[in-house]
């Protein structure tokens, strides 16, 4: 069973930035990875995602310019980078991994993934 584990959340004044790891048991780039986030009150929503070999990468509309997804397979990590946080980005992030072969077009939609972390706090407060 893959086990995931999410780090480097916090808090962080609005404009700021932070960089969220997705460490894994396991990864190989069989696995596609996605991130999600869930703030107060809302549905879980698929933030980035990327194929397994890293030759696609999505993004949702909302944050596209303000994020970036990468990996790093030598140390079975998975990185989310934020900046120019907003009080909107308040949310728990989850990264999630599923050895299916998906498309770009299903990447962030969360039943894709069978595998999920804990989630991680990113609160954005003055």
């Known amino acids: 069973q893959l086990q995931l584990v999410e780090s480097g959340g916090g808090l962080v004044q609005p404009g700021g930035s932070l960089r969220l790891s997705c460490a894994a048991s396991?990864?190989?780039?069989?696995?596609?990875i996605g991130w999600f986030r869930q703030g107060p009150g809302k549905e879980r929503e698929g933030v980035a995602c990327m194929s397994g070999n890293g030759n696609w990468k999505d993004y949702s509309d909302s944050v596209k310019a303000r994020i970036t997804i990468s990996r790093d397979y030598a140390q079975n990590t998975v990185v989310l980078q934020l900046s120019n946080l907003q009080s909107e980005d308040t949310a728990i992030y989850f990264c999630a991994a599923t050895k299916a072969s998906i498309s770009q077009a299903v990447c962030r939609i969360s039943w894709t993934y069978e595998h999920w972390g804990q989630g991680t706090q990113v609160t954005v407060s003055s």
């Open positions: 396991a990864f190989t780039d069989s696995y596609a």
